[in-house]
């Protein structure tokens, strides 16, 4: 008998141990095109003003009631201008922290991509800004001329609950047709979807996230569009990129939810565009299964969203 436990016993340590899953659950939400409407006033009108990011914080707070940190909020750029408070911190007061650091790190953001109308503020008011802020500031497209590396973080990896969410940064390449090159000197920013490729590919090598998001400062499609750029490239990059699980943008000033069908894997992806001036919210709930270990392999990926008007939540 002794020996046939024994027997029993080596036989059930070399079979291989049963993969235990866990289920992750992630919020996400996603402002975009802010232009300066931090408050619910509007200083050049003079009057009371519906979006705004106080309205946004009182929203993204009482999801953190319910989801801690698993609730991920990113900003999809042109924050720097559209308000004389943008103005008066830009070129005034500018020993002072800019207004627009301090509501980011306010409010907690987890990363932010640079936008056109950022950039339209120049050097040296979008480098002093990119310090203040605690957040990674995201624009794999925006190269520096000397190193031919990005000038800003390319991605940024978030870790929730032992899974890793990439979040790759991108802007519309269309910036040299409408500002003067004094103003981004130093810099070239390249085909989003050429640039797309290589990122994702480079984060599968590297990084091996179980999610991809893309935060694109790039319309939905259309706009100028010719052999030097493309400007609303988000649709394409759905389309064209295989490894997103869902893309957020802007840029477009429109509200757009759709689903995507990637050309080369057939994948559905999720595309949210929340308008401007913090009216609206892209908000994606995401469910991960993923294999339990020290490297979860992701098993099962659901992904929903929709675009929440917060001054009617608030």
Known sequence: MKELIISLLAISLSLPTMAQTRTVNLRVIETSDVHGSFFPYDFINQKPKEGSLARVVTYVDSLRTKYGDHLILLDNGDILQGQPTCYYCNYVKTDQPNVAASVVNYMRYDAETMGNHDVETGHPVYDKWIKEVKCPILGANIVSSQTKQPYVHPYTIIKRDGVKIA?????????????????????????????????????????????????????????????KFDENASMEVAKQVPGFDLILYGHDHTLHQDVVKNDITGKDVLCLDPSCNALYVSDAQISLTVSDGESPVTLKTNVTGQLVNVCNEV
């Open 167 to 227: 979040v790759l940064g991108m802007i519309t390449d269309a910036i040299p047709n409408w500002l003067n090159e004094n103003l981004w000197k130093g810099l070239y920013f390249d085909n989003m979807v050429k640039s797309c490729r290589y990122w994702v590919n480079y984060l599968k090598t590297h990084e091996q996230p179980n999610l991809i998001i893309g935060l694109f400062h790039s319309g939905k499609e259309g706009g100028i569009h010719n052999e």
